[in-house]
């Protein structure tokens, strides 16, 4: 009988992985019960066996521009073998024919694929794909709860649970306002903790929800929605506003030891209600897009909304003050950048008591306003690396690209470059990291937090930055070996008779 599969694609695998990607034991889910359990192959751990591909078998393969290049390697090779080809993912979505093209698609899917993914795989099955199959923006209560019974053992650091898709902002560098949409969709509260209970009886206690923007309405949006005439608006957000209210209300009936973590705008610091809300949800960590320590970088990338200097600390320890870790994240290359743009930023990092932080280089990503504006300009230079225009760059070997796209007012490529590299390694030091592990007790949770940090520092920042093959590959060995030292901290003791909130447990009899 045929089989599906559904592979996440990487170059790199290290054993072990900190986050679940979600989709993939979603779409499981999606995939129905009739073919039996779907084949998941997650090549962040393990590569790809195409030996287990057979002839007639269906295989879904999610790309984002990161890993589109190996996604349409593993196209054209399970193709050869005589299975059908499915892509989707963002970068799918936005480029379905290049899926084809390089990748040798029967079949894409663009948008979600919670709902129409039933749909294709039958249509495969049946010998009739269609070449594009449009899953849109699916509402809220239609979001798929992921199949996690079909999880490897201890593989996984953390879980990943999403709460709402969709941001109102719309950042310059940023693809998800465009993809996921501007109007949050919220997916049901009892649904979510169902999920999460399922997880802890697993034994995970680490989750991450992987949410756009877990706080998406704003006092200022509440404010403007006031101003107008007709009322609905208000009533809307107020609405969406409760409901993150009630799910933290939820998630704080939780058993204590469960951590959560999320991404979210700096402006929840001006909500205290809000905060102290997560707190008690257990969410004890977010990933905050601080991009740019300075008013004109903020404009660069359209992010007004955030703000900088003095003011700026001040409203990331607001996140510190209510027990919350934020992961700060930080952009470099922007065209009002300077040679003192990185030693300012860590060193507004550190004072903002930022428990983490990643240091990213600019680049054009597709489906963004900064690709639009700059593809538009690089078409007329015509650049190629080794054969591929610079406007696909995602199709270029991963050790020929380059890492920098975008010419500098006042900075070589090179120096950017350097500069990124080096403030990961002053945040990162060995005394800056002791330094901050003080932010948990025991010997034992320092060295965890030490190792993290570590792991964290060898799996983003030096196989991502480094142009030196033998530091990459040095990077991936210390990540595995940190990864394995790693996992145990992280899991519990599995809860398998731990009940959903206000319900009572089916008795079992066995
Ligand atoms: S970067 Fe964050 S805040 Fe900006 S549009 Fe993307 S998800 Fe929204």
Known sequence: M????????????????????????????????????????????????????????????????????????????????????VFGGIHATLFPDEAVEHGRAHAVVRGDGDVIWSRVVEDCLSGQPNAVYE???VAG??????????????????????TVRGCPKHCS????????????RQRGVDRVIREIVELRRLGFRFIALADDNFYPVTFGDLAQAKRRA???????????????????????????????????????????????????????????GVESVTAAGLKDVYKGFNLSGDELVTRLRAFRRHDIHVLGSFIFGLPSDTKDTFNATVALAERADLTFAQFVLLTPFPGTVDFEKWAADEKGRGRLVDGVPLTQHWLIPEDRRPRLYTAHPTMSLEEIRLG???????????????????????????????????????????????????????????????????????????????????????????
């Open 2 to 85: 045929s089989r599906v599969h559904l592979v996440n694609p990487s170059t790199t695998s290290f054993g072990v992985a900190v986050i679940t990607p979600r989709w993939l034991y979603v779409l499981a889910a999606a995939t129905g019960s009739r073919w039996g359990d779907p084949r998941i192959v997650d090549e962040t751990l393990e590569a790809l066996d195409i030996s287990t591909i057979e002839p007639g078998d269906v295989v879904g393969i999610g790309i984002h521009t990161g890993n589109a290049r190996r996604g349409y390697e593993i196209g054209r090779e399970v193709r050869r073998r005589g299975a059908w080809v």
């Open 135 to 137: 899953g849109g923006r």
């Open 141 to 162: 209560d239609q979001f798929m709860s992921a199949r996690w019974d079909l999880l490897p053992n201890g593989r996984y650091m953390w879980a990943s649970v999403q």
């Open 173 to 184: 560098f940023c693809s998800v306002w465009r993809t996921d949409g501007q109007e949050p």
């Open 230 to 288: 007709d009322g609905s608006r208000l009533h809307e957000l107020e609405a969406l506003r409760a409901e993150r209210f009630a799910l933290m209300a939820q998630l704080a009936e939780l058993p204590d030891d469960l951590v959560f973590y999320t991404q979210i705008t700096m402006e929840a610091a001006e909500d205290p209600a809000f905060l102290r809300a997560m707190r008690r949800a257990k969410i004890r960590g977010a990933l905050v």
């Open 420 to 510: 990124t590299q080096r403030a990961w390694d002053r945040f990162y030091s060995w005394r800056h990291v002791w330094t901050r592990s003080r932010v948990v007790e025991s010997i034992r949770a320092r060295i965890a937090f030490v190792l993290i940090s570590k792991l964290y520092r060898q799996m983003y920042a030096n196989t991502g930055i480094a142009t030196d093959s033998a530091r990459v590959q040095r990077s991936a060995r210390w990540a595995r070996w940190i990864g394995y030292a790693c996992r145990r901290l992280f899991l519990g003791k599995p809860m398998p008779d731990l009940a959903i909130p206000g319900e009572q447990l089916e008795p079992t009899f066995n």
